[in-house]
């Protein structure tokens, strides 16, 4: 994945993980370093992660929270730390009361990851989503502390980079249902950008649209919108698409990723864009890219060297090799559960130990062993150090490396030749029909009851009977050239149970075609009623397009929550409404109860 997007820092959201989630495959990737920021509490809930390429940059500082309340590896909350430890920009005591929110669960649910390189300060955010106004006060405390985190930073002299969802728009051109939503809602635009997210988010963009007078502290905006800054009047440019109502092949979204940097980072930007041909999620992937050289500080310097610690890049050539030991205590590699472990791949990339210095004579190496040496030698020294690799073993006439004569010893049978030299006694049930079935004579029975049988079976031999096809018993017959052949001349006999009566062959296997004709019907009778019970119904054709209509279950509370009906199938189109004589969702609307009427309706009258 990381091949496909092509970029040397990746930010993911919504992981839905806890720590103990964690696998290899997640943390011990070749080549890259990871860092992540999961719930405390909360089960398949929000999380944030961090991918940085090893070869390309490395932060000097990580941490996790917006307001560094959280404990660090070493167990000192991070607003705690000494101030070369510590990222910054906290807010103060006054300005965590504003928030109106508790400091430790807003940190503890996963949303926020923080990455110092010495270019910039990076943020990988995860904002709550408007959840029917259940959690307001949450969200706009969350937004809140992340302006003003961002906003110590800068007046610090860091430069600032947002990534990530931000669950918020800035205006009627990120969203296809906006105007919609104005109307039913008997909004104007003022107040539509006046919503107080929404307010809060306008404030913090350079150029964003706000209303009336600012807030204080918030006199002028810090952070570049990339993306919107590179395409300013383009329409469409969504990030986001419901799943439910299948709104991305129609393009019927919102954008609520951004990509934003300070202000003095604007001229690194080289391109921004969104990825929307890239699916997998409901969200799609946004992406920026920086120049090689920026101005750094008054002076222009190779990008590279300013995204590592000072000294391992020089000019755009590396200095010093990566090792796990410089990068921050936070990383996901330095975990408890993963920093004695390695990749499979790291495995056999290890350098091979060095080979034990052997003082015996050296003799020419045999054609049929294998070479197993990973180091490659010359042509002059190959048979020396294939010498070297199997004389480390010991001497050659150790009694222990003697083999011993096969011959002499008789294998001991293995507990699965011991079953196949049995196999030909039947023990416990083989079948479920053997249960039901009286057990076969064994060689171990008195001759009497054998004498006993025959009688029996000449009884039942002398009645004359149609022939019945043999049952083949493993114990009586021999077999020749996949061909059973019996031991006793002619088929064998048919032997009455003690205490049964004799009953006449035809009277046990044939029936009359009368009776036989009305089992048949009635087992397919039996077999079509439980088949028509569990398949699935028949769907209607939809109005517009006459195709299978697709079901869905009524969510909102009412009358009709929980309620099944069928609607159009095909997606819905950039206008977001139902469409008549076009190619996206038509207006087709049946309740799953009366469409079962109508079925039955027309069941009836095929049968008048």
């Not at 011990?28 to 961090?50: A, E, I, T």
């Not at 946004?286 to 101005?295: G, I, K, L, P, S």
């Not at 060689?443 to 043999?470: G, H, I, M, W, Y």
């Not at 279950?553 to 819905?572: D, H, I, L, Y």
């Amino acid at each position: 994945m990381f091949d496909i997007l092509g970029s040397d820092i990746v930010v993911m959201q919504e992981l839905k993980i806890q720590r103990k989630d964690l696998r290899d495959d997640m943390v011990l990737l070749d080549g890259w370093d990871c860092y992540f920021s999961l719930p405390k509490h909360k089960k398949g809930y929000s999380g944030v992660g961090m991918y940085t390429r090893n070869a390309t940059c490395s932060p000097i500082r990580a941490e996790e929270g917006l307001l560094g309340v959280l404990p660090s590896p070493t167990g000192v909350p991070y607003r705690d730390l000494p101030e070369e430890e510590s990222i910054g920009g906290y807010p103060n005591a006054f300005q965590i009361a504003e928030l109106g929110v508790d400091p430790d669960a807003l940190d503890a649910e996963g949303r926020c990851l923080v990455l110092e390189f010495p270019a910039f300060v990076l943020f990988g955010v995860y904002s709550p989503a408007n959840s029917n106004g259940l959690r307001d006060d949450f969200r706009y405390g969350f937004i809140c502390a992340l302006d003003c985190r961002i906003r110590n930073l800068i007046r610090a002299g860091k430069r600032v980079v947002l990534v990530g969802d931000l669950n918020v728009s800035r205006d009627e051109l990120d969203g296809a249902n906006c105007l919609e939503d104005m109307r039913k809602a008997g909004l104007t635009h003022e107040e539509y950008l006046s919503k107080p997210n929404r307010r809060i988010f306008n404030q913090l963009l350079i150029g964003g649209e706000v209303f009336g007078p600012r807030d204080e502290g918030r006199e002028q905006g810090v952070l570049w919108d990339t993306t919107r800054g590179m395409h300013p009047d383009r329409k469409g440019m969504y990030t986001h698409w419901e799943t439910k109502i299948n709104a991305r092949p129609g393009n019927f979204g919102s954008r609520i990723d951004f990509v934003l940097v300070s202000e003095g980072m604007q001229l690194w930007v080289k391109d921004a864009n969104t990825q929307d041909g890239l699916l997998g999620s409901d969200h799609c992937p946004v992406y920026v890219d920086f120049h090689e050289r920026v101005q750094s500080h008054g002076k222009e310097v190779k990008l590279l060297d300013v995204m590592s610690s000072p000294g391992v890049f020089e000019n755009g050539t590396r200095q010093k090799e990566w090792k796990l030991i410089d990068v921050p205590a936070f990383s996901g590699k330095r975990l408890t559960e993963f920093d004695k472990r390695r990749s499979i791949k790291s495995m056999f990339a290890a350098p091979t130990l060095p080979k034990l210095a052997s003082t015996a004579p050296e003799r020419s190496p045999s054609p049929t062993k294998q070479d197993f040496g990973a180091t490659p030698v010359s042509e002059n020294e190959s048979s020396k150090t294939k010498s070297e690799v199997f004389e480390s073993n010991g001497p050659a006439k150790s009694p222990a490396l003697k083999r011993k004569a096969s011959v002499s010893e008789k294998p001991k049978p293995s507990k699965r030749q011991k079953s196949e030299t049995t196999a030909s006694v039947s023990k416990g049930q083989q079948s479920l029909k053997g249960f039901f079935t009286r057990g076969k004579a064994t060689a171990v029975e008195s001759p009497l009851n054998d004498v006993k049988e025959q009688q029996q079976s000449s009884a039942v031999q002398e009645r004359p009977t149609t022939p019945v096809p043999p049952t083949p018993s493993p114990a009586g017959t021999i077999a020749t050239n996949d061909v059973e052949t019996y031991a006793a001349d002619g088929p064998p006999s048919v032997t009455a149970s003690p205490g049964s009566q004799a009953h006449s062959p035809g009277s046990a296997f044939t029936a009359s075609p009368s009776s036989f004709s009305a089992r048949v019907a009635a087992v397919e009778q039996s077999q079509k009623s439980w088949s028509n019970l569990f398949a699935r119904p028949i769907a209607p054709l939809c109005e517009g397009h006459t195709e299978p209509c697709k079901t869905m279950r009524t969510k909102k509370k009412g009358e009709n929550q929980g309620r099944s009906f069928w609607m159009c199938a095909r997606p819905v189109g950039p206008s977001g409404a139902k469409e008549k004589g076009t190619e996206w969702r038509c207006p087709t609307f049946i309740w799953c109860s009366d469409w079962q009427g109508k079925r039955g309706e027309e069941k009836i009258g095929d049968g008048g």
